[in-house]
């Protein structure tokens, strides 16, 4: 069964930097740390003033869900025209930056960020997101995160179904969370990495 959990575990990698272990659980990501830094992780992109989420800061993770299960890549388009459209939707609000934005599932009873993205032309891409998994876009300050816009889901054929559905009623509570930073120690070895599971949320 699915459940909200973080795991992480070792596993050896071949020349071409792939490696991977049984998943029994669906996750939202899976990050490899490294001994050498990555330049695609937010790390190595924010500035020393930028405060961002959890182990996001770290600048020795990659991004390897796509080497354990299959993945979407997600868009969320800035204050969409489509009043029931899946986007960012709201505004941050004061003293929490819009440089960055974020997605975040419900684990350990509270929303955590798994993966981010720069708005560029009013729009944020998340690449290789896990499927089966209820996500909320978040802001976030590094300690606090505030909804960006409304939670949606990823079905198994990558389709994205944003709620609360449009044709039931029902009620949307915002809510400002804190979030709980954690780590995985790697241990040392050439040709051992560890990876680490993130967020298998479900609805």
């Given at each position: 069964a699915n459940r909200d959990n973080n795991h992480a575990w070792e596993v050896a990698v071949d020349a071409n930097g792939?490696?991977?272990?049984?998943?029994s659980n669906r996750a939202a990501k899976v990050y490899r740390r490294t001994f050498s830094?990555?330049?695609?992780?937010?790390g190595a992109c924010k500035s020393e003033s930028d405060k961002v989420p959890g182990f996001l800061k770290s600048n020795t993770i990659r991004d390897v869900t796509a080497q354990y299960e299959p993945v979407t890549d997600i868009r969320l388009d800035e204050f969409p025209s489509a009043p029931a459209a899946t986007g960012i939707t709201l505004a941050p609000p004061a003293g929490m930056p819009a440089k960055f934005v974020y997605l975040a599932v419900f684990n350990g009873g509270e929303w955590r960020p798994m993966a981010w993205s720069q708005c560029q032309n009013g729009r944020a891409t998340f690449k290789d997101m896990g499927r089966g998994i209820l996500y909320l876009p978040v802001w976030s300050n590094g300690t606090e995160v505030a909804p960006a816009g409304a939670p949606f889901t990823v079905d198994d054929g990558g389709r994205m179904h944003v709620i609360p559905d449009s044709h039931r009623r029902g009620r949307c509570l915002d809510h400002v969370g804190s979030v709980s930073h954690h780590s995985c120690n790697a241990r040392s070895g050439h040709a051992t990495h560890q990876d680490a599971r993130s967020g298998a949320?479900?609805?």
């Open positions: 792939q490696g991977t272990a049984g998943l830094a990555q330049a695609s992780s937010l949320t479900r609805r």
